[in-house]
């Protein structure tokens, strides 16, 4: 006759049950971090790319509103444009948008990890006034990350109405 004796442990086929719902549960779970962590890399380059372009193109259009003459040195319709306002001059050094103002050292628009791969000046003139046109795309991150936007802007001149 067999004694029964308490039993304290796991049979081997439990023990690889208990594992293998263990690693399917690792594996679930480590596929919503790496998926949490691609769509915080992506939002923060489209949001490093939007605030780069709205304060590039905000900056140009308000010294193109407050302008009243355009220098023959400004480069329409090019990439890379150049557009030179009086004593301000809105070029690209290298992938990086800068404004010099006069004598001044120049000063970027874009942030340092944003590179403007296209930036074009169009000028439009008609009996009473000038409309400047603007056309650049900048790209940020790298590998599955690299991003490009679009950035498109318009101003007519003040002293040319």
């Known amino acids: 006759m067999l004694q029964s004796s ?5 049979t081997i086929l439990e023990t690889v049950v208990y594992i293998g719902i ?6 679930l779970a480590l596929g919503a971090i790496l998926s949490i962590y691609q769509s915080f890399a992506k939002t923060q380059i489209e949001r490093k790319l939007a605030l780069s372009g709205d304060v590039a193109l905000e900056t ?3 010294e193109l509103r407050a302008a009243t003459t355009i220098s023959p040195a400004s480069v329409f319709g090019a ?3 150049a ?3 009086g ?9 990086t948008l800068q404004i010099k103002d006069g004598a001044g050292s120049p000063e970027n628009l874009t942030a340092s990890d944003v590179t403007v791969s296209n930036l074009i000046f169009y000028k439009t003139a008609s009996a009473n006034s000038e409309i400047i046109k603007i056309e650049m795309a900048l790209q ?8 490009t936007k679009n950035f498109y802007g318009s101003a007519v001149m003040r002293g040319a109405y």
């Not at 308490?6 to 796991?10: H, L, M």
């Not at 263990?22 to 594996?27: E, K, Y």
């Not at 940020?140 to 991003?147: P, T």
């Open 79 to 81: 990439n890379p444009g």
């Open 140 to 147: 940020a991150g790298s590998g599955k990350f690299l991003k």
């Open 60 to 62: 140009m259009i308000k």
């Open 87 to 95: 004593s301000k001059r809105f070029f690209l050094s290298g992938n």
């Open 6 to 10: 308490s039993f304290k442990g796991y």
């Open 83 to 85: 557009l030179q306002l």
């Open 22 to 27: 263990l690693a399917v549960i690792a594996v």
